[in-house]
């Protein structure tokens, strides 16, 4: 299969579960309506603030953009969080980071490589922030890679320097599957003898990606062949 081809079959597989995603768009070029719309869309304008709304004057704009916005607003949506407003904050600005790099390639991001989307979450939280053009909360990165994993495909999580995987897991499977997962493989290795008191948090982040790269949050699925599989990705090399 060719790069592209592979791409497209990792984002098809990470958002099988999410509802309309079969019938979504996928065409990689944007329309010349699209990219007029997005040309007069400023940064603040693209977090659609919830309390404000859209004004009238914009609103056609918006329209243009459907096949763009449904995919990251229904995405942003299955994503599992409390539901804190800083939270559904993030969601937003993260759909407006992705609008805005579609503004700036021309392109919609299933045609984008890992190389474009490692770029648009940084290599740190600092380089991250640093590369926004509007205050940007901390909250905000998380909600970005979760894109990229889900809309994009993106498991380089080795080109992201250090950031939190466990958060990230329970952002894409929700936070009791996880728990559930690693519950159990804590009680296996407790068996075997290991004490992971002053561990659990690198085993967290660990266990976390092993999930992430092998698209599920059930332990079952981390079979022998998975984990040769995990051996041979960059994200896992050297570990």
């Not at 081809?5 to 990470?14: E, G, L």
């Not at 329209?63 to 937003?92: C, K, Q, S």
Request: charged share 20%.
């Amino acid at each position: 299969m060719s790069a592209a081809a592979n791409r497209a079959q990792a984002s098809t597989d990470a958002n099988r579960w999410l509802p309309g995603s079969t019938r979504w768009d996928r065409r990689i070029a944007l329309s010349d309506i699209e990219i007029a719309a997005l040309a007069v869309l400023d940064p603040q304008q693209l977090r659609r603030n919830k309390a404000v709304g859209i004004p009238r004057r914009t609103a056609g704009h918006w329209r243009a953009l459907t096949r763009l916005v449904e995919p990251l607003d229904a995405t942003v949506a299955g994503l599992h969080h409390d539901g804190d407003d800083r939270f559904r904050r993030a969601g937003r600005q993260a759909a407006a980071i992705v609008l805005a790099h579609c503004a700036e390639t021309g392109r919609s991001w299933w045609g984008w490589t890992p190389c474009e989307w490692a770029a648009l979450c940084g290599g740190s939280a600092r380089e991250f922030t640093a590369a926004r053009s509007m205050p940007t909360e901390s909250t905000v990165r998380p909600f970005v890679v979760a894109l990229a994993y889900l809309l994009g495909g993106f498991t380089d999580f080795h080109r992201l320097g250090m950031f939190n995987r466990f958060h990230l897991a329970c952002l894409i499977f929700g936070k009791p599957a996880v728990a559930e997962a690693m519950g159990d493989a804590e009680q296996v290795l407790d068996r075997w003898g290991y004490r992971l008191s002053s561990a659990r948090t690198q085993m967290h982040g660990v266990f976390s990606q092993a999930l992430l790269l092998n698209g599920s949050p059930r332990l079952a699925d981390l079979s022998t062949s998975a984990f040769e599989v995990l051996r041979a990705r960059p994200a896992t090399e050297g570990h």
